[in-house]
């Protein structure tokens, strides 16, 4: 089971970017797909979360009204759609399965994370 992150890149701030997470080895119906970033020095936190299932939604505050996560279930992929980015938005951003959501970016059974995509916004 694979999770492969990619589209992070250098944008300016007010740019947009868009990232994808390609799951492969199972598919994901039942599970929760989420996005955490990390930047430097400070600890993983929860960005945003679509259950496949119903494809409820859920956002960190920062980041509600210009992130918007979507996913495509044919291609087992999730995207984070990031436009308005803020220099505060810089960070190593991850995905993340797991069987239902948790904002929590501490690993539980079951869970499968997917390597980060670095994104840099400068001001």
């Known amino acids: 089971v694979q999770l492969q992150a990619y589209g992070g890149g250098l944008v300016q701030a007010g740019g947009s970017l868009r990232l994808s997470c390609v799951a492969s080895g199972r598919t994901f119906s039942s599970y929760t797909m989420h996005w955490f970033r990390q930047a430097p020095g400070k600890e993983r936190e929860f960005v945003a979360a679509?259950?496949?299932?119903?494809?409820?939604?859920y956002y960190a505050d920062s980041v509600k009204g210009r992130f918007t996560i979507s996913g495509d279930f044919a291609k087992n992929t999730v995207y984070l759609q990031m436009n308005s980015l803020k220099p505060e938005d810089t960070a190593l951003y991850y995905c993340?399965?797991?069987?239902?959501?948790?904002?929590?970016?501490?690993?539980?059974?079951?869970?499968?994370w997917g390597q980060g995509t670095q994104v840099t916004v400068s001001s």
């Open positions: 993340k399965a797991s069987p239902s959501y948790s904002g929590s970016p501490l690993p539980k059974p079951y869970d499968y």
């Open positions: 679509l259950t496949w299932s119903g494809g409820s939604t």
